[in-house]
């Protein structure tokens, strides 16, 4: 059977990174502060080593497998949770500006923990609901492109994160298999916020049969102020 470090190198190759030993160290740090920290505050149900380099740190990396993420982006990932794809996505990408936002002050404390001791730079955590952000303007329509992984069904995530978008940027979607319809569900929510759909590019998690889903939004237009609504309230009533 493949240690734990091969998983991760293996799974890199595959997706066609190939990391340096710093970074290496680097995702073996997180995944014991992830360990740690998930017996004390719900960070994530998944435990077992393989599984964490396969559905935590290999997914996250599989936005890489595009060429959208430019050098030097100002990205945000909204709902972030345990740092996903957000820290996967600085280990091996220094050059980006990265903020990572959540709802739930205790997981900002761990992110905050996370980047001290990998001495990740340029990234912040931020603790907040992505309907009161997106309406700050040191935070609205800033980013080059905004990501979010299971978070909310489309047409949610959509008024939660389009806001963030500058127009001419993008919006990644992490997604699993079958979108099809969800995707149907949010076609209005999508023109409302000022996007347009680009890409949808089914990418197979390295050393699995799982498949999974980037939705590409491009953000052509400025988002009314009127959306995001208030908080709470794009849940109860999606657009
Ligand atoms: C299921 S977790 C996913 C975490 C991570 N993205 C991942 O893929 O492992 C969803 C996260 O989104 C956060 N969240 C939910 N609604 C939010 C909102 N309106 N604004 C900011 N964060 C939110 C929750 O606190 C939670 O940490």
Known sequence: MMSNIDTLIEGSRELGISLKAEEIEKFYKFKELLKEWNKKINLTAIEDDKEIDIKHFLDSLTL???????????????????????????????????????????????????????????IKAIHGRAEDFGRDKEYREKFDIAVSRAVASLNILFEYCLPFVKVGGLFIAMK???????????????????????????IKLPLSDITHTLIIIEKINETLTKYPRKAGKPKKNPL
């Open 64 to 122: 890489l497998k595009t060429d959208y993420i430019k050098d030097g982006y100002k990205i945000i990932d909204i709902g972030t949770g345990g740092g996903f794809p957000g820290i996967p996505l600085k280990i091996v990408r220094e050059d980006i500006e990265l903020v990572l936002m959540d709802s739930l002050q205790k997981r900002i404390k761990f992110l905050d923990l996370v980047i001290n001791e990998l001495e990740l730079g340029n």
């Open 176 to 202: 699993g298999p079958d979108v099809d319809a969800e995707l149907k569900e949010s076609e209005r929510a999508i023109r409302l916020l000022g996007g347009k759909v680009l890409d949808v590019i089914k």
